[in-house]
T-cell receptor, first 111, second 116 residues
Framework: GDSVTQMEGPVTLSEEAFLTINCTYT??????LFWYVQYPGEGLQLLLK?????DKGSNKGFEATYRKETTSFHLEKGSVQVSDSAVYFC??????????FGAGTRLFVKA | DADVTQTPRNRITKTGKRIMLECSQT?????MYWYRQDPGLGLRLIYY???????NKGEISDGYSVSRQAQAKFSLSLESAIPNQTALYFC???????????????FGPGTRLLVL
């Protein structure tokens, strides 16, 4: 069945470091891909998305490119801030409604 | 005001008790969902509803039931709570594909449930 695999955390970085969180997927057809972020004590919120191959989603300095050939959607940010500390979830949607989430990657950013 | 609200935010109950978690939304979305979040497992779908008369089981519906009282309200019940239902529960909404933000889901703040 469809699935999402993302790197285990926690990931600990110093402020202004480069961030990569890997995400790969298995899916039939052509899913839409998402990154959601969960700040402490809150629900998930959409960070960025891409709906077709080679699309790049971007928001708040974060980027991810839909790579069909490698079935990947890695999240990157050039310079992280303490306020980026959160749990990040990679997800895909199939059949127009069923969202499948990865296990989440916790990011800690130190000042 | 938040678009998706959940009550209660925290709840402690005992094994065998019936408990209801409530979700309300002001986004006007027809589609609503209930998930549970467990450490290391991401979110898993319990039930989903495409409109008031269309309710479907998700991947882990055993031990749960739902009620869609109106477009804006979707409740999750645990008829007889057990300790392995201790988790963080999220309600979410979305629009159908091709409308507005389409497949994006909008989440409530969550309900933390502890079953003793």
């Amino acid at each position: 069945g469809d699935s999402v695999t993302q790197m285990e955390g926690p990931v600990t970085l110093s402020e202004e470091a480069f961030l990569t969180i890997n995400c790969t997927y298995t899916a039939t057809g052509y899913p839409s891909l998402f990154w959601y972020v969960q700040y402490p004590g809150e629900g998930l919120q959409l960070l960025l998305k891409a709906t077709k191959a080679d699309d790049k989603g971007s928001n708040k300095g974060f980027e991810a490119t839909y790579r069909k050939e490698t079935t990947s959607f890695h999240l990157e940010k050039g310079s992280v801030q303490v306020s980026d500390s959160a749990v990040y979830f990679c997800a895909l949607i199939t059949g127009g409604f069923k969202t499948i989430f990865g296990a989440g990657t916790r990011l800690f950013v130190k000042a | 005001d938040a678009d998706v609200t959940q009550t209660p935010r925290n709840r402690i109950t005992k094994t065998g008790k019936r408990i209801m978690l409530e979700c309300s939304q002001t986004k006007g979305h027809d589609r609503m969902y209930w998930y549970r979040q467990d450490p290391g497992l991401g979110l898993r779908l319990i039930y989903y509803s495409f409109d008031v008369k269309d309710i479907n089981k998700g991947e882990i519906s055993d031990g749960y039931s739902v009620s869609r009282q109106a477009q804006a309200k979707f409740s999750l019940s645990l008829e007889s709570a057990i300790p392995n239902q201790t988790a963080l529960y999220f309600c979410a909404t979305s629009e159908p594909p091709g409308q507005g933000a389409g497949e994006t889901q909008y989440f409530g703040p969550g309900t933390r449930l502890l079953v003793l």
